[in-house]
Antibody, heavy 114, light 112 residues
Framework: QVKLLQSGAALVKPGASVKMSCKAS????????VSWVKQSHGKSLEWIGE????????NFNEKFKGKATLTVDKSTSTAYMELSRLTSEDSAIYYC???????WGQGVMVTVSS | DVVLTQTPPTLSATIGQSVSISCRSS???????????LNWLLQRPGQPPQLLIY???RLESGVPNRFSGSGSGTDFTLKISGVEAEDLGVYYC?????????FGGGTKLELK
């Protein structure tokens, strides 16, 4: 079955960067877009952007341009998201999803604190 | 960006009661390809969201048929026909017809 296994929680300092992973299994990785979604504590969900593993094409929410970088490693069926210049506003849970929010990873909690 | 307005924000129900959640969009969600990309998600406490309904009314595999979705254009509804204890959590509608995807504010279903 389709699984999206995300990397573990991260505690990072303000101004630093963090890179998280999303390893896909149970389907052909290059056939489906992978999206990333942010959920701030106790709040709703925000779409960050998406990447098409076959070509590396990306689309971003304007709000996250310059903040998030999306990449893939087709050899390991893994998608990555790097967040840069972190502030307290970036503390949140980040999910990867396949397609139009059909399948979800378990989430990565990122805490930005000195 | 498309704004999705969910009502009510909180819903109190007894086991066995039927309830409905509304999701209204600031613009039509009918895509040029004829599909309407409006999904419903359930997020249980401490869990990631899970898909319940896709393309307005299609039940995701494994989801109980007490869940149903309806609507078109800008008005959509999720109905639970006979709430069960495992249904408690926060429900979200999400549209991916227009970029960027956007989510409703959520409806928390709790036991009365």
């Amino acid at each position: 079955q389709v699984k999206l296994l995300q990397s573990g929680a991260a505690l990072v300092k303000p101004g630093a960067s963090v890179k998280m992973s999303c390893k896909a299994s149970g389907y052909t990785f290059t056939d489906y877009w992978v999206s990333w979604v942010k959920q701030s504590h106790g709040k709703s969900l925000e779409w960050i952007g998406e990447i098409y593993p076959n070509s590396g094409a990306t689309n971003f929410n304007e709000k996250f341009k310059g903040k998030a970088t999306l990449t893939v490693d087709k050899s390991t069926s893994t998608a990555y998201m790097e967040l840069s210049r972190l502030t307290s506003e970036d503390s949140a849970i980040y999910y990867c999803t396949r397609g139009r929010a059909y399948y979800w990873g378990q989430g990565v909690m990122v805490t930005v604190s000195s | 960006d498309v704004v999705l307005t969910q009502t009510p924000p909180t819903l109190s129900a007894t086991i066995g009661q039927s309830v409905s959640i509304s999701c209204r969009s600031s613009q039509s969600l009918l895509h040029s390809n004829g599909n309407t990309y409006l999904n419903w998600l359930l997020q249980r406490p401490g869990q990631p969201p899970q898909l319940l309904i896709y393309l307005v009314s299609r039940l995701e595999s494994g989801v109980p048929n007490r869940f149903s979705g309806s609507g078109s254009g800008t008005d959509f509804t999720l109905k639970i026909s006979g709430v069960e204890a495992e249904d408690l959590g926060v429900y979200y509608c999400v549209q991916s017809t227009h970029a960027p995807w956007t989510f409703g504010g959520g409806t928390k279903l709790e036991l009365k």
